[in-house]
């Protein structure tokens, strides 16, 4: 599976005879490259949720772009607490029902399948089987 993540341009594509560099690097994603963390490496994920993450890309910084990849184990029932201004997470493997409040019908989300999040909403998430989502923020958020 190949993601393409450009939000807004200038897409900055020019003819091989304007090519430059930007500095800007492709990363390899391959789950042999991959350094998961834990609750004992980050402080934003409960212990009891066993959920793992890898960084991928950007700033920890206020409001700064960042991506991460998000382990959610089979089993786990909890919540993601958005922070940011700006969240937008994609189903990499697996599968996780995903609700915004229990109020709210509940949503199956397979590979590929895409949601967002406002600022300080809390999204209820469950699976069966292991699921590794790609989250791309300008901020923070808490996995509970």
């Known amino acids: 599976m190949a993601f393409l993540d450009i939000q807004e341009g200038p897409y900055l594509v020019k003819p091989t005879s304007e090519a430059f560099d930007n500095g800007e690097k492709p990363i390899n994603v391959d789950k042999t490259n991959l350094v998961w963390l834990n609750a004992n490496d980050i402080e934003w994920v409960t212990a009891k949720s066993n959920v793992e993450t890898a960084f991928l890309w950007g700033s920890h910084e206020k409001n700064k772009l960042r991506a991460s990849l998000i382990k959610l184990p089979a089993g786990f029932k909890g919540k993601i607490k958005n922070l940011s201004p700006n969240f937008r997470a994609v189903v990499i493997s697996g599968k996780v029902s ?8 509940e949503n199956t989300l397979e ?13 209820l998430l469950s699976t069966e089987v292991e699921t590794v989502i790609y989250i791309r923020s300008n901020g923070k958020f808490n996995i509970r």
């Open 98 to 105: 995903h609700q915004f409040s229990k109020k709210n019908d």
């Open 111 to 123: 590979p590929g399948s895409y949601f967002g999040a406002e600022e300080d909403a809390k999204l």
